[in-house]
């Protein structure tokens, strides 16, 4: 049982790698810190302190490429660990001493070639689906990174003992289209220009405007969805740093901004119900308005 480790690169595999030692420890407490937010000696005491009601306690750190040249941090978890407690540190690239100190530390670098082909097979498998050339070879053209394969890996796992004609596997998948999440991150940051950059080319790649139009309402629906929850004291939805991105844009932003964009798309909606606007054209409108300033 690993109970110092240390991950880093493509953030789908440090990720996953995280989840299997979780799951390791069995039913422990988890406490979650961000590196970027609270000092050294924070993390320290965190790591000192185990849950009197829980059978164990795992103190996940995250954004942790500020620690990376921290020396005495990493000699202090080096010279051992409460009974009971674990830690671990995710970031982008972590090697340096707390690499060197860590039970276990793994650096992700983004698969390619082979490797992909490798990691689509393991995750068909992991889904209980037979890991045929076939599908690996759909799954590695439609998916360049292991993020966009593993969700293409769940289409799939949705149809697991039913019946799906070969023919209609390549219908499941996203072939050959950029994805929209640098266009969404776009909008939320309120940058205007990578907005309409991004926007362009998910267009010239035949995306759907109209549901790019829909994905921007449910964007700011997210946003408004993970201020309310910060604000309440509860945890905000989605996987931890999707939720933590999402608050960051949402706190830039404050609630009163996002309900006038939430506004704003109600009426570029109206305006395409009424032939006034295309969707291509209520997109365009929609960034050049919001936020205003």
Not at 6 to 31: C, I, K, N, T, W
Not at 59 to 67: P, T
Not at 193 to 216: I, S
Request: no cysteine; aromatic share 8%.
């Amino acid at each position: 049982m690993v109970r110092f480790g240390v991950y880093s690169g493509d953030p789908f595999l440090a990720e996953r790698q995280l989840r299997r030692r979780l799951g390791e420890l069995g039913p422990a407490s988890r406490a979650v810190l961000f590196a970027d937010e609270v000092p050294p000696e924070r993390i320290l005491l965190e790591v000192g302190s185990a849950d009197l009601f829980a059978a164990g306690k795992a103190v996940v750190v995250r954004r942790a490429d500020a620690l990376r040249g921290e020396r005495e941090l990493a000699e202090a978890l080096r010279r051992g660990l409460p009974p009971g407690v674990a830690v671990f540190f995710l970031g982008e690239d972590l090697r340096g001493p707390l690499f060197q100190a860590a039970e276990e530390a793994q650096h992700f670098p983004r698969p390619t070639g082979k490797a992909l082909r490798e990691l689509a097979a393991e995750l068909l498998r992991e889904h209980g689906l037979p890991a045929h050339p076939f599908l690996v070879d759909l799954l590695v053209e439609a998916a360049a990174d292991p993020l966009h394969l593993h969700q293409e890996v769940q289409k799939f796992a949705l149809w697991k003992g039913g019946r799906l004609p070969r023919a209609r596997l390549g219908e499941l998948l996203f072939f050959s289209q950029p994805q929209p999440y640098g266009f969404l991150d776009a909008v939320g940051s309120g940058d205007r220009r990578q907005a309409l950059a991004v926007l362009a080319r998910l267009l010239r790649a035949r995306w759907d405007p109209q549901a790019l139009f829909h994905l921007v309402v449910n964007h700011v629906r997210q946003l408004l969805w993970a201020l309310s929850a910060a604000e309440s004291g509860e945890e905000p939805p989605g996987p931890e740093w999707l939720a933590q991105r999402r608050l960051a844009q949402a706190r830039r932003h404050g609630q009163a901004r996002l309900v006038q964009a939430l506004a704003l798309l109600q009426e570029l909606d109206l305006k395409v119900k009424l032939g006034e606007l295309d969707f291509p054209g209520a997109l365009e409108a929609f960034i050049l308005q919001w936020p205003p300033g």
